[in-house]
């Protein structure tokens, strides 16, 4: 198989989950696309290197590696509004406007978690990684996986039980 065309199967089976992933780190659409495009050109400067683990867990360690670069630079820079983002309108069935409105939700509580905490809920809770998969992405320890979680849930239900 040709590298052009596996390039092209890896982007189009995960384009969608990395650019949710890089968004939700980013909490803007405009970074998340030059992430996107960042995290590809590094996926096709490294293809020939790929020592054939599993893609997504590989595309995602990329993808955090430069969202942490951009999280550097942007630190330096003042703090910009956040943006309202809405992922793709559904149908308009009840049920799922009511699903993904709950997502939306989550996703806008997970947002307000330090970053650490923030990238690991969302790599376990939201794309399904395991423990070990996360502590791969990230350089942490499986402990430090394990225990950011566990504090990052907690914060959630904190936050959840004294909204209600």
Do not use: C
Not at 24 to 48: C, G, I, N
């Amino acid at each position: 198989m040709a590298p052009k065309h596996h390039f092209e199967e890896i982007y189009e089976q995960h384009m969608h989950d990395l650019f949710r992933y890089l968004l939700s780190l980013t909490r803007r659409k405009e970074a998340a696309e030059d992430l996107m495009q960042e995290t590809f050109y590094r996926v096709l400067l490294h293809l020939e290197t790929y020592s054939g683990e599993e893609v997504k867990p590989w595309l995602f360690k990329i993808a955090y590696h430069a969202f942490i670069d951009w999280y550097r630079k942007e630190k330096k820079r003042p703090t910009v509004e956040l943006e309202e983002w809405h992922f793709s309108p559904q149908p308009s069935a009840e049920e799922k406007v009511f699903v993904q409105d709950e997502i939306n939700t989550w996703l806008s509580e997970v947002s307000s978690l330090p970053e650490p905490k923030r990238n690991i809920v969302l790599l376990r809770d939201y794309h399904g990684f395991t423990y070990e998969e996360i502590a791969g992405m990230t350089g942490f320890t499986l402990a430090k996986v394990k225990m950011a979680l566990y504090r990052g849930r907690q914060q959630l239900k904190k936050r959840k039980e004294e909204n209600v």
